[in-house]
Each structure stands twice: as C-alpha cells, then as structure tokens.
C-alpha cells in the first residue's frame, strides 16, 4: 500500500483533531490513533472515493468511541494565556470567547460547526463523515450557529418545555 496519499491530509486532520479536543496532547494522540486505523484499513478505501471524507470519518468514529468514557473540557492553551501586545489583545479576547463558546456547544452542533465552519466540508460531505442525512447536517449547523451567536452576545440559554 502507498501510505504517502495520506500525508497531504495530515494537517488538516490535526486542526479538527485539536478543535474537537480542544487539547494538543489528545489531539495528537487522536491523529495518531486515526492515522493508525487509517493505516491499518486503507485496502477498504475505495479508489476514486474522497480520501479526505474517509480520513475525517476514521477520525469521527475514533473520537466518538474515546469520548464515550468522557466528555473533554478545553483548557486555555498557553498562546492564549500569554499577555498580548497592542493589536493581539482584542483579537486573542474574541478567540478565546469563541473556543469557549464552541466547547459550549452539544457535541452534535460543535462537530457539524467545525468540519463546515472550520475544515469547510460540503454538507454533503459532513452528512458522510457523521453519518447523518445531508437535511440534519443543516438543521444542526443553523441551531449551532445560532446557539453560538447567543453565547457571544452573552444572551442567557433559551430551554424548551417538553410537553408530555
């Protein structure tokens, strides 16, 4: 097998990797775990097929099962924690309020906002490598967006009554 096709996708693996975890040490042990699966399991990959989306939904599915244990917080990174300088200030503010608003976010938004948001995956592509139907994918990037729009305007969390 020529492992090399996948090299290309690896820093693109470690981005998501780090905005699901929010963590560089798990998230470099969840691209190592991927890329070993991926190793592993590339005679499944079909040839022709998007080898990004079979990469990312290795990934997913490796996420999923390590989280089942826990859900993962997201530490301030030390970048983040440095005293800014001049201009950085306001934008390293606005960046950690919004990696804490995404850690917010219900597994189930944060992973659609991030893989279009972030990795700009078609919905089509998110629907494949979530395993989910293309409409739910939209349903949860709206709700998610909107979810992390009241979260940076401070507005309180709005709760639905179920009625039984």
């Not at 934008?91 to 995404?102: E, K, S, T």
């Not at 994918?137 to 709760?159: C, F, H, K, N, Q």
Request: charge should be positive; aromatic fraction near 6%; include cysteine.
């Amino acid at each position: 097998m020529d492992y090399a096709i996948i090299e290309p996708h690896i820093p693109r693996l470690r981005r998501y990797a780090r905005a699901l975890t929010g963590d560089r040490t798990r998230a470099d042990d969840l691209v190592q775990d991927t890329l070993e699966r991926a190793m592993r399991k590339l005679a499944l990959w079909r040839r022709g097929s998007d080898l990004r989306a079979w990469l990312f939904t290795l990934m997913h599915n490796v996420y999923i099962n390590q989280r089942r244990a826990e859900r993962p917080t997201l530490p301030w990174d030390d970048a983040l924690c440095d005293t800014p300088q001049g201009d950085r200030q306001e934008g390293l503010l606005i960046a950690r309020d919004l990696l804490a608003a995404i850690d917010g976010l219900p597994s189930e938004f944060r992973e659609v906002v991030l893989l279009v948001g972030l990795e700009e995956f078609s919905y089509a592509e998110t629907a494949r490598v979530l395993g989910i139907p293309q409409g739910t994918v939209m349903s949860r990037l709206a709700r998610g967006r909107e979810r992390l729009r009241r979260l940076l305007d401070g507005e309180p969390e709005r709760r639905i009554r179920r009625v039984k």
